[in-house]
T-cell receptor
Framework: ETGVTQTPRHLVMGMTNKKSLKCEQH?????MYWYKQSAKKPLELMFV???????ENNSVPSRFSPECPNSSHLFLHLHTLQPEDSALYLC?????????????FGQGTRLTVV | AQSVTQLGSHVSVSEGALVLLRCNYS??????LFWYVQYPNQGLQLLLK??????LVKGINGFEAEFKKSETSFHLTKPSAHMSDAAEYFC?????????????FGQGTELSVKP
């Protein structure tokens, strides 16, 4: 596989469920990101991981718990979500360099909380 | 602080017509500017980017954008629209003081192309 791969592509979960989103990058990058894309809103950066270490958490509620076991894999663990958390969750990767470096995005996981 | 404003959440053009998608930015430091495209049920794909140097930037699929510092703009154009250009387009900003991947996005513009 190439690029950035996200699984599952679609997820429906109840508010009391626990589920996880998975992201894998095959680009040799050392930084990974979670973005949230809600309808009619700009993409929001949620978390940043550099060399497996979390370097940024943009005031994300604790019901979202990221995990980065190595530079190629990123997870987003979900528990007790709210309906307003329904969105497209996008994973991205890049090199840890200046802001001119391109970010590569996965296809996203469409999450619906019922 | 940085921000991006995309004028028009929806733009509709006829096939063969000029495509113009507007993006204005605000940045207290020299900006790096990006245009990404998102096709239905897909992730984001980079169309083009401006970092330094030539202010007219050419990208994939015949798109180009011009960085105009005096107008704080980075509008995206394509001379002749094709049906396959129908998608959502996002303008984003970063800076030399950010790392790649940490982007501030506009709210997106959905492009429709009529036959």
């Amino acid at each position: 596989e190439t690029g950035v791969t996200q699984t599952p592509r679609h997820l429906v979960m109840g508010m009391t469920n626990k589920k996880s989103l998975k992201c894998e990058q095959h680009l040799g990058h050392n930084a990974m990101y979670w973005y949230k894309q809600s309808a009619k809103k700009p993409l929001e950066l949620m978390f940043v991981y550099n060399f497996k270490e979390q370097t940024e958490n943009n005031s994300v509620p604790s019901r979202f718990s990221p995990e980065c076991p190595n530079s190629s894999h990123l997870f987003l663990h979900l528990h007790t979500l709210q309906p307003e958390d329904s969105a497209l969750y996008l994973c991205a990767s890049s090199q840890v360099r200046g802001g001119d470096t391109e970010a590569f995005f996965g296809q996203g996981t469409r999450l619906t909380v019922v | 602080a940085q921000s991006v404003t995309q004028l028009g959440s929806h733009v509709s053009v006829s096939e063969g017509a000029l495509v113009l998608l507007r993006c204005n930015y605000s940045s207290s430091v020299p900006p790096y500017l990006f245009w990404y495209v998102q096709y239905p049920n897909q992730g984001l794909q980079l169309l083009l980017k401006y970092t330094t140097g030539a202010t007219l930037v050419k990208g994939i699929n015949g798109f180009e954008a011009e960085f105009k510092k005096s107008e704080t703009s980075f509008h995206l154009t394509k001379p002749s629209a094709h049906m396959s250009d129908a998608a959502e387009y996002f303008c984003a900003v970063s800076s030399p003081y950010n790392q790649g991947g940490k982007l501030i996005f506009g709210q997106g513009t959905e492009l429709s192309v009529k036959p």
